[in-house]
């Protein structure tokens, strides 16, 4: 019959060899390393990933934009938007890392929203989608301090080319706008032919309105401003861009990309 005798615990006496490092020490120093590769680890919802907001007023638009960036490690959209509005909401719930949004989008478009998240959230990084390589839209966009400006007929990776170097503290513009930008620092055109530098903001909201089809008393409620307010903003509007008749406000819009046709 075998002894059920327990077998005594084994305590080394032995003096530790000189110049060894502790067991203690190494196990501090491989915990560190651990915390320091999980810190950098790009997977789940670690503290590496970039959070984003997609906006585009066409849902298979903003669809494909997120199957696109989540593929891509490191990077996750935690939120959508059709318009700009809904934009400066998610900003404000979700907190995201940078914002990918069209220019051309109803209610609140890209450059007014660009404008307004420069105001409230400075440290904001802002990319600007756009069929447009027009000269005063990317002249808008710079202005107002956009970080990025990428064609919608490029490649899909440009877009995550673009936020990756954004996001290290960099901007990128798509070969066309960059080109253009280099052509208007070598002949700078005047500022007036600049269409968002002749308004004011709330201006260009009411522009963006009434070039929706909203009558006055209907801006007036979007923006709970009196339509006594509305009409005076619509006066000064047509003063400072020599038009006579709504009419003609729509169409300034639309040479402008400010609406799509």
């Known amino acids: 019959m075998e002894s059920t005798t327990p077998s005594a615990a084994v305590i080394s006496t032995a ?8 067991d203690k020490a190494i196990n501090i120093h491989a915990a560190r390393l651990h915390e320091t590769i999980e810190s950098h680890r790009i997977d789940g919802y670690s503290q590496s990933m970039i959070s984003i907001v997609v906006a585009d007023d066409h849902g298979i638009v903003r669809e494909g ?10 990077l996750k959209v935690c939120g ?3 318009d700009g509005r809904e934009v ?12 990918v949004m069209d220019i051309t989008m109803p209610r609140l478009g890209g450059l007014e929203t660009l404008e307004r998240l420069r105001k409230e959230h400075k440290q904001m990084k802002v990319i600007l989608l756009s069929a447009h390589s027009d000269p005063s839209f990317i002249q808008s ?5 956009a970080d990025g400006y990428v064609l919608k007929d490029g490649r899909a990776s440009e877009i995550v080319t673009a936020i990756r170097e954004v996001m290290k503290g960099g901007s990128y513009f798509s070969p066309a706008v960059a080109r253009e930008i280099v052509d208007q620092l070598r002949a700078p ?7 968002f530098k002749l308004l004011s903001g709330r201006e260009r909201e009411v ?11 209907e801006v007036a409620v979007e923006l709970s401003i009196s339509t006594k307010t509305v009409e005076a903003h619509r006066t000064s509007l047509m003063r400072k861009l020599g038009v006579r008749k709504a009419t003609e406000l729509v169409r300034y819009a639309l040479r402008h990309g400010l609406i799509e046709p």
């Not at 003096?15 to 502790?22: F, H, S, V």
């Not at 934009?65 to 490191?74: F, H, K, N, V, Y």
């Open 15 to 22: 003096e530790p060899t000189p110049g060894a490092i502790p």
């Open 65 to 74: 934009l997120r199957r696109l960036l989540e593929s891509e490690p490191g």
């Open 80 to 82: 959508e938007a059709a």
């Open 88 to 99: 400066l909401e998610q900003v404000a719930s979700a907190k995201p890392d940078i914002v």
């Open 141 to 145: 966009a710079i202005s107002l301090g």
């Open 189 to 195: 055109r005047p500022a007036s032919e600049d269409p």
């Open 207 to 217: 522009l963006h309105l009434i070039a929706d089809g909203l009558s006055a008393k």
